[in-house]
Every structure is written in structure tokens, then in C-alpha cells.
């Protein structure tokens, strides 16, 4: 079933959100608020190319060595973690990222959704995987942190979003009330762990990559971009933004 398209899935969510029921949005932020392109270049090209590179006498053995490991720490914490990838292959992984800084861009429409989210007085929470020093580097250059309320790295409650205690533990850091809390993330994995703990409306993204593949799901409602959850947005702070009236 296709829930972009009725005819084929009569049963499917909209993908307007009713925003009459909805106080806080969680946002993913590779993939979804930042363009994934960064992020598949460097994880697919540059250090398979430079572990690789450090391992000359046997370089197919070297990439077979790190694409078990990525396996096996795919949707775990390790996955996201800078000091495993240091410590694994060697390599200064900040550094490295450095030097594809110039792909790290917002998403088209991400400004402009975050600023009308804040004059409607919905609250705006970064929810990501990504290690605190990741997130550090990319708020400097993009300043994402300045257009949210609430910034939370899964290695602050060590556990990763595809986790079902990161929902639970996120209620210690960014309390929520999960009926009246959306969702928008790439990753369907971390998307189906919410949807356990409850979270009432669920996004993905069509797009993570601007550049790349665009992704399918027969279980969730897939964005085409962030300008889609603009329709019925309260131009103003209404009373669902208004927690007096929750």
C-alpha cells in the first residue's frame, strides 16, 4: 500500500497534521531539518576510502572488516558514536568531517517551518541521534540550535531513538504529552520505536538526501519536503500552542 496515494491505501493518515491537536514537535535532525547529502558522503565515500587508504597491504579485507563492523552497530548507539569510529578505525572522525563542511546545508523550507512552529507557539525539540559533538559542529555552521527550544542527543540518555527506553527517558529531559506530540524523522526505524511509545503523529521524510534516492514506506506517511506540514499552521500562538490551556 502506498499512503501517499487514497485510491491505493483508503485507510492511510493524511499527511496534513491537525494542528488543533498537536502542542510539541520532535524533530529529527540529519536527514530531516539538515540535508543527508553530508552524511552519505562521508560515511560511503570518505572513510571507507581513508580507513582503506591506512590499510594498504590488504585493502578488500580492510573494507570488509569495516562494513561488518557497520553492520553491527547499525541502529545501536556505537552507530552514532564519534569515540567508536575513532577508536575502530584510527581515524580523527571530527577532523575528517571537516573537510565535506561545505555539504552541510538546511533543508529546503526548514527556516521557514520552524519560525511559523514558533509563532504558533508549538514547541520545538531537536530529538537526534548524533553524537554532542556533531551536533556541536554543525550548530556552528548552520545555527540549528538557534531555531529550537530543546536540543537532546541520545548519548545524553545512552540509548539510541530505534530504543524503546529512549521515549521513556526522553520524559525526564523534554517532557511531552505523546497524544498530543508529532513526530518527523527519517529514520523508520526510530519512527516505528515512537509509534510504540506512543507518540500520536508520526512523519518521514521522502527526500533525507536532496540528492539522493527518494525513500518508501508502506507504514508511515513519507514528507515530499517540510514545507508539507505548513498547511493549517496557525499563523499565530493559538490555544493549543498556549500551555495554560493544556
Not at 552507530?79 to 581515524?91: E, K, M, Q, S
Amino acid at each position: 500500500m502506498d499512503p501517499q496515494n487514497p485510491e491505493k491505501n483508503p485507510h492511510a493518515p493524511a499527511l496534513a497534521v491537525d494542528w488543533s491537536r498537536i502542542d510539541t514537535v520532535l524533530f529529527d535532525m540529519d536527514g530531516t531539518l539538515l540535508d543527508l547529502h553530508f552524511d552519505n558522503r562521508f560515511w560511503r565515500e570518505l572513510i571507507p576510502r581513508e580507513y582503506i587508504r591506512c590499510q594498504p597491504d590488504d585493502p578488500e579485507c580492510a573494507r570488509r572488516r569495516l562494513e561488518d563492523e557497520m553492520q553491527r552497530v547499525r541502529g545501536k548507539l556505537e552507530w552514532y558514536c564519534v569515540d567508536h569510529w575513532t577508536r575502530f578505525t584510527g581515524l580523527d572522525i571530527l577532523g575528517l568531517k571537516r573537510e565535506l563542511a561545505h555539504h552541510i546545508a538546511l533543508k529546503p523550507h526548514a527556516d521557514a517551518l520552524l519560525a511559523a512552529l514558533q509563532r504558533a507557539g508549538r514547541r520545538r525539540v531537536l530529538v537526534t541521534n548524533a553524537h554532542p559533538q556533531v551536533y556541536a559542529f554543525k550548530h556552528q555552521l548552520t545555527r540549528i540550535g538557534d531555531r529550537l527550544d530543546t536540543i537532546v542527543s541520545a548519548h545524553d540518555l545512552d540509548c539510541a531513538k530505534e530504543e524503546a527506553a529512549f521515549w521513556e527517558r526522553l520524559q525526564r529531559v523534554a517532557p511531552h504529552d505523546p497524544e498530543r506530540t508529532l513526530l518527523v524523522d527519517d529514520n523508520l526505524l526510530a519512527l516505528a520505536s515512537a509509534a510504540g511509545a506512543g507518540i500520536a503523529e508520526l512523519r518521514g521524510m521522502r527526500y533525507p538526501d536532496e540528492r539522493g534516492d527518494p525513500m518508501h514506506s508502506e507504514d508511515f506517511v513519507l514528507l515530499e519536503s517540510l514545507a508539507d506540514l505548513m498547511s493549517g499552521l496557525p499563523a499565530a500562538r493559538d490555544r493549543a500552542g498556549d500551555p495554560a490551556a493544556t
